[in-house]
Structures are given as C-alpha cells and as structure tokens.
C-alpha cells in the first residue's frame, strides 16, 4: 500500500470506530424520517454548523425538521419565522440565506435541491465549501470539503504545520483533492472522517496525539511538534461586541408575539450609539422590519 492509501485506510476505520452518532450523517438507505428530505436536511445541517457547535445545533435542527421537512415547507414561511426558530445559533443571516435558498429551490428545481455542485452554488447564499459538502455528503459527489478541522488535520499530518493559514489557500484545496480517495462513496466518507479527526483528536489547542490513528505518519508530531510560527490566533471577543447587542435585540423580537416598540428596545443596552446602529445594521440585513411609529418586527 501506498502511504497515502495507508492514510485512507486508518482514518477510515478509525472513523468507523468512533463517528458521533448524528442525524444529519444517517445514510439514505437507513434514513429514519420518510417525511424529511434528506439532501435538504443536510443542507440544513451544513449552514447551521458553519462556526457553530454541533451540540448548539443538534436541538434547532430538530425543530427545523419538524416544522419545515423540504424546502418548498421552508420557502412557505415568513422569512421572520426563520429567524425566530434560528434562536441563538449566531449569526442569523444565515437564517435568511437558508429560506432564500428554499425559495429559489421550490421555484426552479420543482422543490428538489440540485445534485450538481454549479447548481448548488448557484443558489442564494450557498458558497463553494456548502455546495461541496451537500454534494458529498446528499449526494456521494466525489468533492473535496475543506472546514477549519480537515484543514487543521491535514496541515499537522501532511506539511508540518500546528495551525492552517488564517483563510483557507489554494495549496490547502489542492493538497485535500489530492488525498481524496479515488472511489465516490469512499470519498464522501473521508471527508467527514478527517472533519471528526480534527473536531475529536486533532483538536487546535489540546490535540490528543495518542487517541491519533495517523500519529506515526504526522509531519508535525514526527518534527517534534513545532510551535506555531504564524500570526497570533486570538480567540473572538463576545461581551460588548456589536453581535451581541445585535442578538439582544433580535431576542426581544423573537420573544414577541406583536412588533415591538422602540422604548422596548432601548432596554436592552445602555450604549445609545452602538444600540442605534446595531438596531440600524439588522434593519439593513433584512433581519428587523420597521413599521410606522417607531415599533419593529421581524420580516414577513
């Protein structure tokens, strides 16, 4: 065997060993809710995860399911609802992307998500990275899914280094197409199995090198495991940032059965001019509608 092949072999089997048990990966022939299209669940699955934990997800994604099993369900909502279900997720504009893209799949592919990664990307807010995974993993595409975990794993296994460039390079896409095994199904497999690598093992801070099963094979433990040499990685400020009092308010309009009054608002932070412009920056997101006299709402 090749080393690349021993590569696949080993994540493979580890993966097949230790994957989380999560719904959104339950294959097609084992898929338990009749009612819920499947590719339109991973879908779903793949926008909520983006910079969001799965545990945070698990439970909304549920919800999803149930109260808009397919896309032309989704598309039949108000936008507003979307945002209301999406809870405290962050970053809510992908609420909005996700129904436009239910809307854009019900009116021009007859209510079915595309199996055509042009297609796919074709869609309102859907990038080359969510086209690529729906692709894979809906669909057994053969395409390279390249998160922040397969790019965190690959860089230690393959080129040494503790920690991936700040954004993703075009040396980073090349080297995940070139280990990407030949055969579809296998493909689609090795992608989520190398994203469970980096999310359970190969982790950024605390890696846990001996649950590895690569690790004699690792360019970066076999170095010695350098430190990074990179820019500094500061972790995200949340406390007193603009998303969080964007989130205050976008909370009070989700708890609202009624548009709510400005005054209603104004409560939530003490800081007018950053509560004025995060009011303002949701209102231009298309996030927050506002009405006559002062009161607000979520969009219908």
């Known amino acids: 065997m090749s080393d690349v092949e021993i590569l696949h072999s080993r994540i493979l089997t580890w993966y097949a060993a230790n994957a989380r048990h999560l719904p959104w990966r339950i294959p097609a022939s084992e898929w338990p809710w009749p009612g819920v299209d499947r590719p339109w669940a991973v879908l779903v699955s793949e926008v909520m995860l983006q910079q969001t934990p799965v545990a945070r997800v698990e439970p909304v994604w549920h919800r999803w399911m149930d109260l808009w099993p397919t896309p032309a369900a989704l598309a039949a909502a108000a936008p507003g609802d979307a945002v209301r279900e999406w809870g405290r997720l962050g970053y809510p504009r992908r609420a909005l992307r996700l129904h436009a893209a239910a809307t854009a799949i019900t009116r021009d592919h007859r209510g079915a998500i595309p199996a055509d990664l042009l297609q796919l990307q074709a869609l309102p807010g859907i990038g080359s990275y969510t086209a690529a995974a729906v692709g894979a993993f809906a669909f057994g595409i053969r395409s390279a899914v390249v998160d922040v975990n397969v790019r965190r794993a690959e ?16 040396a980073e896409t090349r080297l995940a197409n070139e280990l990407l095994p030949r055969d579809n199904a296998d493909a689609a497999t090795w992608n989520v199995a190398v994203m469970e690598l980096g999310a359970l093992v190969c982790k950024a801070s605390t890696p846990a090198c001996g649950e590895c099963p690569v690790q004699a094979q690792c360019a970066w433990v076999l170095a010695g495991r350098p430190a990074h040499d990179g820019p500094r990685r500061t972790p995200q400020k949340w406390h007193g940032t603009d998303r969080q009092v964007r989130g205050k308010l976008l909370q009070v309009l989700r708890d609202a059965s009624a548009p709510v009054p400005r005054a209603a608002l104004d409560v939530v932070w003490h800081d007018e001019g950053q509560r004025d412009r995060c009011l303002a920056s949701l209102v231009e997101d298309g996030l927050v509608e506002p009405l006559p006299r002062e009161l607000f709402r979520l969009p219908i």
């Open 155 to 170: 860089a230690r296994l393959v080129t040494g280094a503790q920690h991936p460039a700040p954004s993703l390079t075009a």
